[in-house]
């Protein structure tokens, strides 16, 4: 809640403003209490009452249910430190499982104490540390290299290389939930926020870019699940041909829309928009010749060429969120 404050001044020049007396009674100021004055980047001041005091970890209880999986997941992302599973009774094996399985897709998130009742999970992270780019770099390399990779694997009936893509799915996942994590860190914390360089704003943009990325993933994964139903069907060399332009043109349009979001090229963003053309060329084009194939692998066909054009949605959306450079 926001409060307008006159900015007075004494005789000797200085500037002041009284404090709302709610917020300084909420955190305990006295005469003497010491503030943190610290401006931000766009010329905002912030004031930190926890000058000098160590910030207490976010602690939050959980009881074994059907979805506890996902709400260890959920209370890692809203960024809790501690959690804390505690059963009523002794907790059984398939409990113990859940939480371990779900801890491994989790970074930072490790289980520092167990008993008969309680799994005490902590995590380790220490967010200053990870800048929200390098995060997000990373997590599209690996999509990017599941996109190369599993159409490989399609044209060339690989079935073990399109499962090794199906578990590269899993890493890109973890990294995925360790920058939401990051990110509604930074947005809660203006320090970390001014130390990374990463307004509450951009976070959003990065917010949205990273759910894009995995969504490439996730088409990788069903460009696989395609290859698998295909029992290392192979191809005629015009479809293959066809394929793997089509894979070009779409694996170029997500490089570049990564790289004008990154680098705020709007020229860039602009000319991924402009691909479109060419992508439902090449996809009518394989659609023609998927025809002519054997009527058992035509589904497959068909479906993966429409994975590879909603890959190109996504890099679409992501050069969007491309924005000017601030002069």
């Known amino acids: 809640m926001s409060e307008l404050r006159k900015v007075q001044r004494t005789q000797g020049g200085t500037f002041f403003v009284c404090l709302p007396k709610p917020w300084a009674e909420t955190h305990g100021l006295q005469k003497g209490s010491v ?8 010329g905002k001041l ?15 209880s959980l009881h074994p249910g059907s979805f506890l999986g996902r709400e260890i997941i959920g209370t890692y992302l809203l960024g809790f430190d501690i959690i804390r599973v505690e059963g009523k009774d002794r907790i059984g094996f398939d409990v113990q499982d859940i939480v371990k399985n779900t801890v491994s897709r ?9 008993d008969y009742s309680t799994i005490v999970l902590q995590c380790l992270l220490d967010p200053s540390g990870f800048p929200p780019e390098k995060i997000l770099r990373r997590g599209y390399a690996i999509a990017a290299g599941m996109h190369r990779d599993v159409i490989t694997a399609f044209v060339e009936g690989d079935v073990l290389l399109a499962k090794s893509v199906m578990a590269r799915d899993d890493e890109g996942n973890r990294l995925y939930f360790l920058l939401v994590r990051i990110l509604r860190t930074i947005i809660q914390n203006p320090p970390i926020s001014e130390n990374l360089g990463v ?32 029992k290392g069907a192979k191809f005629q060399k015009e479809l293959r041909k066809m394929l793997n332009t089509f894979h070009l043109i779409c694996f170029d349009a997500h490089e570049n829309a990564l790289t004008a979001f990154l680098t705020c090229d709007i020229d860039l963003a602009e000319k991924v928009r402009a691909m479109r053309r060419k992508v ?10 998927a025809e002519r194939q054997e009527p058992a692998v035509v589904p ?6 429409s994975f590879l054009r909603q890959i190109y949605e996504h890099s679409v959306d992501i050069a969007d969120l491309a924005v000017p450079k601030k002069p």
């Open 35 to 42: 503030l943190v004055l610290t401006q931000t980047n766009n």
């Open 46 to 60: 912030v004031v930190d009452a926890e000058y000098g005091s160590e910030q207490s970890p976010r602690v939050v």
């Open 106 to 114: 989790l970074v930072g998130l490790e289980i520092v104490e167990e």
């Open 199 to 230: 307004s509450p704003i951009e976070c959003l943009d990065y917010r949205l870019v990273a759910s894009l990325v995995e969504a490439i993933g996730d088409e990788c994964v069903r460009i696989s699940v395609k290859t698998i139903e295909s």
């Open 280 to 289: 439902e060329e090449e996809f009518a084009k394989i659609e023609a010749v």
């Open 300 to 305: 497959q066909i068909l479906a993966v060429a």
